[in-house]
């Protein structure tokens, strides 16, 4: 079965602070790994996804992961947090399988002060 | 905005009543997903729906179902309602059921509150 762990379900930095949300997975396939965020009262927009390949992916709004099998970690950075990255992230895993659900992570709050 | 619509927005009831949530995904999208949130679950998969059929079942109550109709939409169908089942519910779509990679693109949720 697969899972995903997110250590720390809240994380508060300074406005142009380096953010780092960390996401562990387990799974005895391959991973299809995303990550989510959800500002208040809001649905879930995606920030990035890894497929296949590259194992650096690129997502919206200045965010990046990157998929290390080694570690079996896909953690969120952003070089600098503005106030309005301030919300909650969620990392996901789907694998082939296991239909097309998606496995939830409890999810980090990220405050970011001024 | 995704492009996923659900109603209503806010739905407050009492226990032991019966309720209807009612997605409509992106236009194009076959493929339908009922998640709920909740404050100890967390974000859980219900249920699938893809073209019409069920796909595929997750942590879904025998209390609650789940339809597709012919033109796409949705509707969660939550029924003996309980103060546990007081959550956010999502409905997500997604292109096809081509495989775990597709992006589920989410609507706003449905926040019932049961009391």
């Known amino acids: 079965a697969q899972s995903v762990t997110q250590l720390g379900s809240h994380v508060s930095v300074s406005e142009g602070a380096l953010v780092l949300l960390r996401c562990n997975y387990s799974?005895?396939?391959?991973?299809?790994l995303f990550w989510y965020v959800q500002y208040p009262n809001q649905g879930l927009q995606l920030l990035l996804k890894?497929?296949?390949?590259?194992?650096l992916v690129k997502g919206i709004n200045g965010f990046e992961a990157e998929f290390k099998k080694s570690e079996t970690s896909f953690h969120l950075t952003k070089p600098s947090a503005h106030m309005s990255d301030a919300a909650e992230y969620f990392c996901?895993?789907?694998?082939?399988?296991?239909?097309?659900?998606?496995?939830f992570g409890t999810g980090t709050r990220l405050q970011v002060f001024p | 905005d995704s492009g996923v619509t659900q109603t209503p927005k806010h739905l407050i009831t009492a226990t032991g009543q019966r309720v209807t949530l009612r997605c409509s995904p992106r236009?194009?999208?076959?493929?339908v997903y009922w998640y709920q949130q909740s404050l100890d679950q967390g974000l859980q998969f219900l249920i699938q729906?893809?073209?019409?059929?069920?796909?595929a079942k997750g942590n879904i109550l025998e209390r609650f179902s789940a339809q597709q109709f012919p033109d796409l939409h949705s509707e969660l169908n939550l029924s003996s309602l309980e103060l546990g089942d007081s959550a956010l519910y999502f409905c997500?779509?997604?292109?096809?059921?081509?495989?775990?990679?597709?992006?589920?693109?989410f609507g706003p949720g449905t926040r019932l509150t049961v009391l």
């Open positions: 996901a895993v789907s694998v082939w399988g296991n239909t097309d659900k998606l496995i």
């Open positions: 799974s005895s396939v391959p991973p299809y």
């Open positions: 890894y497929t296949t390949g590259a194992t």
């Open positions: 236009s194009g999208d076959l493929s």
């Open positions: 997500a779509s997604s292109v096809t059921s081509g495989g775990p990679a597709d992006t589920q693109y």
């Open positions: 729906y893809y073209n019409g059929e069920e796909r």
